[in-house]
């Protein structure tokens, strides 16, 4: 029987506070750059409350899909259930340190502890143009071994002049990119247990995720 006692609970998901509309007429505005709205609304039968939601896909922590590439690419509800969950690598970049105020390429040099059917999660303290970058070659790499997905926190998925070869290598060979992680760096051991569902909706480009690691105590 798995013991969660045996693990902590690390949520790598950023907490979203969209707008709402409640239905006194009262808006309470929310924190997100990209359109986020809830209208609050009574259902009738049961006079219990319920939200319309106006948003999109990338909004939050949020896994994007091979469907975000093309349309022949599998959707949220296409993907196999297990390429979301599984043994992850958690790969700290802080010894990446920007030069001249530009992140460096995370090349594959810097991922020689990555194993096959990872999930890989990196992080970096790092903000703006400052934060490291996945160079093609590096996604390229990751894909051959394969791995089942990517992660990143203030990491960013492309190169300055990459034209998106980073998602190609990855969305491509049906490896999901992880987009928005917080807390990456509270995490203290190397290997966890990751954890973030996609919604279960057919044709969906990317969906809105709770992820978590499950790091051993001992």
């Given at each position: ?136 070659a590096a996604a390229k790499y990751l894909a051959q071994k394969p791995i089942k997905m990517v992660g990143v926190q203030n990491i960013k998925v492309e190169a300055p002049s ?57």
């Open positions: 029987m798995f013991d969660l006692e045996k693990y902590r609970i690390i949520d790598l998901s950023s907490e979203i506070r969209p707008g709402i509309l409640k239905v006194n007429g009262e808006y309470l505005h929310g924190n997100q750059n990209r359109r986020f709205e809830l209208r609050q609304f009574v259902y009738a039968p049961d006079k219990m409350l319920m939200h319309w939601v106006e948003t999109e896909t990338h909004i939050g922590t949020h896994v994007e899909l091979p469907a975000h590439l093309t349309q022949q690419g599998k959707s949220s509800a296409e993907m196999p259930l297990e390429s979301f969950f599984g043994e992850a690598i958690v790969l700290n970049f802080t010894h990446l340190k920007p030069e001249n105020s530009m992140g460096l390429p995370i090349l594959p040099s810097h991922l020689g502890k990555v194993r096959k059917k990872d999930i890989v999660l990196m992080w970096s303290p790092y903000i703006g143009d400052e934060q490291p970058h996945i160079s093609p990459s034209s998106f070869a980073t998602h190609e290598n990855l969305l491509k060979n049906e490896i999901s990119l992880i987009e928005g992680l917080v807390n990456l760096d509270k995490v203290k051991k190397e290997r966890v247990f990751y954890i973030g569902l996609p919604l279960n909706v057919v044709g969906l480009d990317s969906s809105w995720i709770r992820a978590m690691a499950l790091e051993p105590k001992d």
